[in-house]
């Protein structure tokens, strides 16, 4: 994947990036997901802890997470898509979360498996069957401490 990519070009433009947000996830915007770091094999992803996003319990809520953790691999597997150039379809099809800490700061989610993320979409070009890849967003508070641990399986599939 080139650093050239229009999708990671997008994402370190933070007007365009914000745009973007706001026209295809508007929940993203509202809660204030920034894209903090791209490049073909890594994304980070952070969510600020304000009131939109926090629970009765005085932390992040398990959702807003959940979000920002998905965005960390998904906009890697729209990287991906954007290099091949041709029409695939991408779905989470499975997340598992684990959370260890109350995320009462900023959270920081961090996905380092974009080449996995190309080999899986190069494997659906080159079949004709769908592909799925399994990779992990670790979130860390700004204490440095892990507070939730993500698991997404993606789903490829080359369009008709």
Same mark, same amino acid.
């Given at each position: 994947?080139?650093?050239?990519?229009?999708?990671?070009?997008?994402?370190?433009?933070?007007?365009?990036?914000? +745009?973007? &947000?706001?026209? /295809?996830?508007?929940?993203?915007?509202? =809660?204030?997901? !920034? $894209?903090? *770091?791209?490049?073909? #094999?890594?994304?980070?992803?952070?969510?600020?802890?304000?009131?939109?996003?926090?629970?009765?319990?005085?932390?992040?809520?398990?959702?807003?997470?959940?979000?920002?953790?998905?965005?960390?691999?998904?906009?890697?597997?729209?990287?991906?898509?954007?290099?091949?150039?041709?029409?695939?379809?991408? +779905?989470? &099809?499975?997340? /598992?979360?684990?959370?260890?800490?109350? =995320?009462?700061? !900023? $959270?920081? *989610?961090?996905?380092? #498996?974009?080449?996995?993320?190309?080999?899986?979409?190069?494997?659906?070009?080159?079949?004709?069957?769908?592909?799925?890849?399994?990779?992990?967003?670790?979130?860390?508070?700004?204490?440095?401490?892990?507070?939730?641990?993500?698991?997404?399986?993606?789903?490829?599939?080359?369009?008709?």
């Amino acid at each position: 994947m080139s650093e050239k990519n229009k999708i990671i070009k997008l994402a370190q433009n933070n007007i365009k990036m914000r +745009l973007f &947000l706001f026209l /295809k996830l508007p929940l993203a915007f509202i =809660a204030g997901l !920034k $894209i903090v *770091f791209i490049s073909p #094999e890594k994304a980070v992803v952070t969510i600020p802890y304000k009131f939109l996003t926090k629970n009765p319990f005085r932390s992040i809520y398990f959702a807003a997470l959940s979000m920002a953790a998905e965005l960390s691999t998904g906009i890697l597997s729209l990287a991906a898509i954007a290099e091949t150039k041709k029409p695939i379809s991408m +779905l989470v &099809l499975d997340m /598992k979360a684990s959370f260890t800490k109350k =995320a009462v700061s !900023k $959270i920081s *989610f961090t996905c380092l #498996e974009g080449q996995k993320i190309t080999d899986a979409v190069q494997a659906c070009l080159n079949s004709d069957e769908g592909q799925t890849v399994a990779v992990q967003s670790i979130g860390i508070d700004k204490k440095g401490n892990e507070v939730a641990e993500f698991e997404f399986v993606w789903t490829f599939k080359k369009k008709n």
